[in-house]
């Protein structure tokens, strides 16, 4: 078997500490990185500059506005529900970082080695949507009770086919098996184990959007649904609800819901390539680094959607999900099913 | 007994506490979110990581979540109704026997040997094929029972004294 990190560490005392916080170092960078290239890429499409002014391209131009955000107030409005205000944002960023954690970056740097990598990912995907209703009802605002609600509709609806799409995945991991390269014996695949699913997909030579392209289209929709950006980012759409389910929060406390709003996107990123574009394999260049440029690729297009189609209204964002995404992930899952009994 | 089931116990109760000690719905909704987690983390411990998924997978992320929105969508974080004393002692009796007699249906069980248990692979397919074979009548009642439930809701729902026209249009 690979030796994992988290086997490497498990000795020392440190290990939970030092974990920790290698995964919080990368995430900030990357939250810093994603803003940058966000503005940068809206830029590029807008035919603007973007920001300049701050280091070279601007790259630093995020790192100062982190540090104007740190160093002001903490504002607590005074008829709030200050239990839940307080631990909305903690919430919100706790089980992000946890779902990272999961991610196997390469066969044998893999944080945390687990059976069920896959519901584990979805599992924190659900607690984040409690911490989005406590800062909503905890606001005591109008706009960010409407946008908890329309957030939370939202992501409860577009699960559905996000996780059937993985589903019918996991059920054609489970049907292929592979070997493993040291003992030269078929192991029974398990298409919960995120590592299994990526050895499945290099062992064949064949990433799964081939094989699955209509889940590899629902899950990338369903993605978009899920972390709230357009064009389906009504739960805080600004021209109706000011900011959604933080529009109270102010500082450090809104920049934790930032902070995993984007980190959230690297996460469904990251599933995409470990589900449908083989994950660490590719030709010549390390595992991990393949990992991250198909990771940031899924995030760019994430982006170029955001800047060129024209946000959904709720309706129609609702029916969009129970009438087409939901009968068709299903369908696609029954004719999974099929083939993989029949074959 | 290792410290981690001790902290997964602690959260349990504290969750479970809070969720029947506070005046505002709301807040016992997550105290009981805060419960389930709990629970979740003591079937971790139990070496059942599948069930502590789904425990949190549908009882945090599903009901809880739906409870949440029960409470929003109906506005009675707190309720005026007077306390009426007949009531609660029938709750407390009711709660007591289930208690009692969930106790002691445990006390009596015989359980089988953990270790036993643990060393047997692929548990977890055994429990996906027993569901759609030995155990499928039961299995499909229950999903005739979830389905009951949501038509159920829907007839509540639309028996609700009439709207004003303005709404019922907006409805439609």
């Not at chain 1, 990338?220 to 933080?246: C, K, Q, Y």
């Amino acid at each position: 078997m690979p030796e994992t990190l988290s086997q490497l560490l498990d000795d020392s005392v440190l290990a939970m500490p030092i974990a920790a916080g290698l995964i919080m170092g990368a995430l900030t960078i990357n939250v810093l990185m994603l803003v940058w290239a966000e503005r940068k890429v809206s830029a590029w499409i807008q035919r603007r500059m973007g920001p300049t002014e701050v280091g070279p391209f601007g790259l630093l131009q995020t790192l100062a506005d982190m540090l104007k955000l740190i160093s002001k107030q903490l504002i607590t409005p005074s008829n709030v529900d200050k239990p839940l205000f307080h631990l909305a944002p903690l919430l919100a960023f706790a089980p992000v970082i946890a779902a990272v954690a999961l991610m196997p970056f390469s066969k044998s740097l893999i944080l945390v080695q687990n059976d069920f990598g896959l519901l584990f990912v979805f599992a924190f995907g659900g607690i984040a949507v409690i911490a989005i209703f406590m800062a909503g009802w905890g606001s005591n605002n109008k706009y960010a009770l409407l946008g908890a609600i329309r957030s939370v509709a939202q992501s409860i609806s577009y699960e559905i086919p996000l996780i059937l799409s993985a589903l019918s995945v996991v059920l054609v991991v489970n049907a292929m098996g592979f070997t493993l390269a040291s003992g030269g014996s078929i192991v029974v695949a398990n298409g919960l184990d995120l590592s299994h699913i990526v050895m499945a997909q290099d062992q064949h030579g064949l990433w799964f959007v081939l094989v699955q392209p209509i889940a590899a289209i629902i899950y990338f929709i369903s993605a978009l649904a899920e972390t709230n950006r357009a064009p389906f980012d009504i739960p805080e759409a600004e021209s109706e609800l000011v900011a959604g389910f933080h529009t109270e929060y102010s500082g450090m406390r809104f920049s934790m819901f930032f902070f995993a709003e984007y980190t959230n996107m690297l996460i469904v990123s990251m599933l995409a390539v470990v589900l449908f574009f083989g994950g660490w394999d590719g030709p010549v260049l390390p595992g991990p680094l393949w990992f991250f440029l198909k990771s940031y690729m899924v995030i760019f297009v994430m982006m170029w959607v955001r800047w060129t189609f024209p946000r959904l209204r709720f309706d129609q964002l609702m029916t969009f999900c129970w009438k087409v995404m939901i009968p068709l992930s299903i369908l696609n899952l029954l004719a999974t099913a099929f083939v993989v009994a029949v074959l | 007994m290792s410290y981690d089931f001790a902290i997964a116990a602690v959260v349990t109760l504290a969750g479970a506490l809070l969720a029947i000690s506070q005046a505002n719905i709301l807040h016992a909704v997550f105290g009981l979110a805060i419960s389930l987690v709990g629970v979740a983390g003591i079937f971790f411990t139990l070496n059942s990581p599948f069930v502590a998924i789904m425990e949190v997978l549908i009882y945090v992320g599903g009901i809880a979540v739906t409870m949440i929105f029960a409470v929003m969508l109906s506005s009675v974080t707190n309720p005026q109704e007077k306390e009426n004393v007949g009531r609660r002692l029938m709750a407390a009796v009711a709660a007591g026997t289930f208690f009692v007699g969930g106790a002691l249906v445990l006390h009596h069980a015989e359980f089988a040997d953990g270790k036993e248990l643990l060393n047997s692979e692929h548990s977890l397919q055994a429990v996906g094929v027993n569901l759609l074979n030995r155990y499928n009548l039961a299995f499909e009642t229950l999903s005739v029972v979830l389905l009951l439930a949501i038509v159920g809701a829907i007839v509540i729902v639309r028996k609700e004294p009439a709207m004003p026209a303005d709404a019922e249009e907006e409805a439609a």
